[in-house]
């Protein structure tokens, strides 16, 4: 607005002004630099602001967090059985138990036959004498064993497959072992393993529908708080209005507090999270070692962690958009 | 400086609160705005401040016509104006500085120089000495002595005061008036709307009197 421009008759008005004048063009270093100041403003003010009613601001902090929480746990739950399932997987082999009254000559025999194949990278023979005393020390039945007066166990051959069979190729290979003259049986924990990966890949697609339930519940709970926030400081937002604010300025503390809100929930769904993995370590390391295996809870890696804590935070942020945005345009001076 | 050609203003509701209205008001003029209420003072205001846009007519501020501002240009618009409301319009939740502030920081100024442009406001209506307290502590005469240095501390070209004196008594409206009538005197352009008559005629001002929206007097320079 040019011509409302400081004349010269009215730049004598006090002496301020003659000091202020070089400040009056605001060139846009300094503008720039104002904008930086009124962003760190807003975002402390308005982390004040939310620490000023703790109470309240709590409440909004746990709906946040326990909604983040949900599919995070989920997530993590998911991510351990796939992680147990790669266990087993990797470990597709094929027990053949040898009919007891084989020789032993002839196992070897067929052993170092099988080994030579393409399709099988290891073969290993475990005698019953062997499959006896492992089963005395792991099982805890040492005892009630020294009282067979035979071994009841039978000779087997732990048979893994190359790392590139595939499914059909196993099965082929799990008939063929089968059929042998020797074997008794053969054994392949396989189709348990694909079946667990069936319902990993459902319930992860299940997680991420409730993930976006809850984002989209979050977004409406954000939303309303800063509805009410903006409602709160309705005469503030009238004031500034008249003496010039920009919808900008207006609406910067708001977005602020939606990511606060969001950001601080995503902190806490975090630290609940990780309580909840803490709580179920002891229970989770003493059934590992029951099953003699090395599995031990997986928690979020970092990367998550920050990539779960600044969805949430930009969640927030766009649900105080969209209050904001709906509802800033209805408050105009009259 | 204010410039109303043939501005008709009629409200969704199909009442005419402005009806033809031509007025001229030079750089540097003091205008009191008179009339019932009902008159139209306020929609004349609200046609300034762009709150409300003309049905009819053209209004140019500053030599602009404000049929050429944007909504989004409204607020930097607004940065040359002062306005001064009856009810004072002060933030209970701040200080009186951060009150005269407000204008400053929407309008981005460094905060070294909010505090020199403040201090220099506040002294102007005599409450330096109240920078500090809340709005809340101070008696009517001086929240609106308040409302003036928000007013007036980006130094703006001109002041729209509506019934500044409305809730005071006769002295302190007096006091009031003669802050007008300074800042007057620096080049502001200011116009006042009031019912008070006896005020007035002390002013020795050029009176604009509207009744059921229309110019009745007043309406060019004298």
């Not at chain 1, 040492?142 to 009282?147: C, H, N, P, S, T």
């Not at chain 1, 067979?148 to 039978?154: A, R």
């Not at chain 2, 409302?147 to 809730?167: Q, S, Y």
């Amino acid at each position: 607005m040019k011509p409302l421009k400081r004349s010269p008759a009215s730049r004598r008005k006090t002496p301020a002004r003659a000091k202020g004048a070089s400040q009056s063009k605001n060139p846009w270093r300094q503008r720039l630099s104002a904008w930086q100041a009124h962003h760190s403003d807003c975002a402390i003010e308005s982390l004040l602001r939310l620490l000023r009613t703790p109470l309240q601001s709590a409440l909004t902090w746990l709906v946040v967090a326990i909604a983040t929480a949900l599919p995070a746990t989920l997530y993590v739950a998911l991510l351990n059985i796939e992680s147990l399932g790669y266990h087993w997987q990797d470990s597709n082999q094929i027990s053949v138990f040898i009919k007891p009254a084989a020789k032993h000559e002839a196992i070897q025999k067929w052993a170092t036959h099988l080994r030579a194949r393409a399709d099988i990278s290891t073969v290993v023979y475990v005698s019953p004498e062997q499959a006896l005393s492992e089963f005395q020390t792991y099982s805890g039945l040492g005892a009630v064993l020294d009282d067979l007066s035979e071994n009841p166990l039978p000779p087997v051959l732990l048979v893994q497959p190359s790392d590139n069979a595939d499914a059909e190729a196993l099965e082929g290979l799990l008939i063929e072992l089968t059929e042998h003259g020797l074997s008794d049986e053969a054994r392949l924990d396989m189709m348990w393993v694909k079946r667990l990966a069936q319902l990993v890949e459902l319930a992860s697609r299940g997680v991420f529908f409730l993930a976006a339930l809850l984002a989209l519940g979050l977004l409406l709970v954000v939303g309303n708080t800063i509805r009410l926030a903006v409602e709160n400081r309705r005469d503030e937002i009238l004031v500034v209005k008249l003496v010039g604010g920009t919808d900008a300025y207006v609406r910067r503390p708001f977005l602020y507090t939606g990511l606060w809100y969001g950001l601080g929930g995503g902190l806490i769904a975090l630290l609940l999270l990780a309580l909840g993995l803490a709580w179920l370590e002891a229970p989770v390391a003493s059934l590992a070692e029951l099953y003699q295996s090395q599995f031990s809870l997986k928690s979020l890696s970092l990367t998550h962690s920050l990539q779960l804590v600044l969805t949430a935070g930009l969640i927030g942020l766009a649900g105080a958009w969209l209050a904001v945005g709906r509802h800033l345009a209805h408050i105009a001076p009259r | 400086m204010i410039r109303f050609q043939n501005v008709t203003k009629r409200y969704a509701t199909g009442q005419e609160a402005l009806s033809r209205v031509d007025l001229h008001i030079e750089r540097g003029e003091m205008v009191f705005l008179t009339g019932h209420s009902g008159a139209g003072k306020s929609t004349m205001m609200k046609l300034i401040m762009l709150m409300e846009r003309p049905s009819n007519g053209r209004i140019e501020i500053g030599g602009r016509d404000t049929d050429s501002i944007k909504r989004s240009s409204i607020a930097h618009y607004r940065r040359d104006i002062g306005v001064v409301f009856q009810n004072h319009q002060l933030l209970l939740d701040r200080s009186v500085f951060e009150n005269v502030a407000l204008p400053l920081r929407v309008a981005g100024y460094h905060s070294a120089d909010i505090g020199r442009r403040v201090r220099a406001a506040l002294d102007k209506v005599g409450l330096l000495h109240k920078e500090r307290v809340n709005p809340v502590t101070l008696s009517g005469g001086e929240q609106q002595r308040v409302g003036i240095a928000r007013a007036v501390v980006n130094k703006p070209a001109l002041v729209l005061a509506d019934e500044p004196t409305g809730n005071l008594d006769p002295a302190l409206s007096a006091e009031i008036m003669t802050l007008f009538r300074q800042f007057n005197e620096l080049g502001v352009t200011l116009m006042v709307a009031t019912h008070d008559i006896d005020l007035i005629e002390r002013m020795n001002k050029r009176v604009l009197q509207l009744a059921e929206g229309r110019v009745i007097a007043g309406a060019t320079p004298l």
